[in-house]
């Protein structure tokens, strides 16, 4: 596997080392989520609510943003090579996944014929609203090609309008972010009735949950607070410890219910404990393997659908061949990897395993060369404008 070196850099730099650790987690979690297995990941009500975990990347997004932007576009009102950035931080790999969902399409096409490709989801109008990034904004009637690309679809958005109000209405800030959450979350709960809303509302629903990390970090967050400027102490590890539980109880007890619109601040309270660094677990997080993890965590998640339904199609061919089931049929009729515990365990072992070297690979060799060529283009187009420094680094985001 390729070795990633995830820098654990200070607030100054807008990373998050701990943050970075639970990003990585979470997207695992996604990824148990959308994983087709049996046993008690598919029973259990703590992964079948896992679409919740979406809603830390939004919060968790508009924190680092504001944390590692705000001041940068005040003061330089640089919209443009803002926006560039951020494009070249999630274009280059969403599009590249789409390209290898096309190209099984293609395949499909010449191998069953056209009742076998570019159906439903994976339609040609779909694709096209895909590559657009606009297929979070209620314009298609369901999910398709690389599913869980809807979210960036609407964090393209959330940037977009996080730069528009600091850039052009500053002072508006505040208010139009509380505004949104307020609207956002009694939208999402009257005409969804879960925080379960993707190509629907699901652009609503990335702006709330942004707004509450970009309120956490302008109101709650103190200027002269750092990541691990408490050392670490018995009273940071219980808080660290209860909000666990709290994250936990939640998702589980109230994921598939109308409360489960309060994510974003349960989340935003995750966000503002574990900012500090200052327990037991974020030293744990911080560790080297689930440093890791986070570093890779944006390719976790853009391609482990891609990782899941190839895992699928070769489970499908071998079946016949093996002389034991691979498949099970769980009571809502889903087909499901393993007939038993063990080989569940097996399977979700083997969709992490491939996901996280697919994903290390489509770091190095996608995620870093965009983010670099995007900070190039704005550091050229912010000497051509305006002739002063470029904009500050990426942000972990």
């Not at 992964?47 to 504001?66: C, K, N, P, Q, T």
């Not at 925080?195 to 629907?200: A, F, Q, S």
């Not at 009729?333 to 979700?348: D, S, V, Y």
């Amino acid at each position: 596997m390729i070795a990633v070196k995830a820098k654990q850099r200070s607030s100054g730099a807008g990373r998050f080392a701990a943050l970075d650790g639970w990003r990585g987690i979470c997207a695992l979690l996604v990824v148990c989520l959308h994983a087709p297995v049996s046993g008690f990941i598919h029973e259990s009500a703590f992964f079948r609510h896992g679409f919740l975990f979406v809603d830390f990347f939004f919060v968790l997004s508009g924190f680092v943003i504001a944390h590692a932007f705000h001041d940068s576009l005040a003061e330089k009102r640089n919209f443009g090579g803002f926006l560039l950035q951020r494009v070249f931080r999630v274009y280059p790999l969403h599009i590249a996944m789409l390209a290898l969902f096309v190209a099984y399409e293609v395949a499909m096409l010449q191998l069953r014929g056209p009742d076998a490709a570019f159906q439903g989801g994976d339609s040609v109008s779909a694709l096209v609203h895909n590559v657009l990034m606009t297929h979070s904004l209620g314009v298609l009637d369901s999910l398709g090609w690389n599913y869980p690309s809807w979210s960036i679809s609407a964090e393209l958005l959330a940037y977009t309008a996080f730069a528009a109000v600091v850039v052009f209405a500053p002072t508006f800030l505040i208010p139009l972010a509380a505004m949104t959450i307020a609207i956002g979350l009694v939208a999402i709960a009257f005409f969804d009735g879960t925080m379960d809303t993707t190509v629907h509302l699901g652009w609503l629903r990335c702006l709330a949950g942004f707004s509450v990390g970009v309120l956490i970090r302008r109101i709650a967050w103190e200027e002269t607070t750092e990541p691990g400027h408490e050392r670490s102490s018995g009273l940071w590890s219980v808080a660290e410890c209860a909000t666990v539980v709290m994250v936990a109880v939640f998702v589980t007890l109230l994921g598939g219910t109308v409360l489960s619109v309060a994510a974003p601040f349960v989340f935003g309270f995750a966000v503002y404990v574990f900012a500090h660094e200052g327990g037991g677990i974020s030293q744990v997080l911080k560790s080297r393997p689930i440093a890791f993890l986070g570093a890779i965590s944006y390719s976790v998640y853009m391609t482990h659908a891609f990782v899941i339904s190839r895992t699928e199609n070769v489970a499908t061919i071998l079946g016949p061949h093996i002389p034991w089931s691979v498949f099970s049929e769980a009571a809502d009729g889903k087909r499901l990897l393993g007939a038993n515990e063990g080989q569940a365990l097996l399977a979700i072992g083997l969709i992490m395993a491939g996901t996280i070297v697919f994903s290390a690979l489509t770091y190095r060799f996608v995620e870093r060369p965009g983010i670099a060529l995007g900070r190039r283009l704005a550091k050229s187009g912010n000497r051509t404008t305006t002739n002063g420094a470029p904009l500050q680094k990426q942000a972990a985001a």
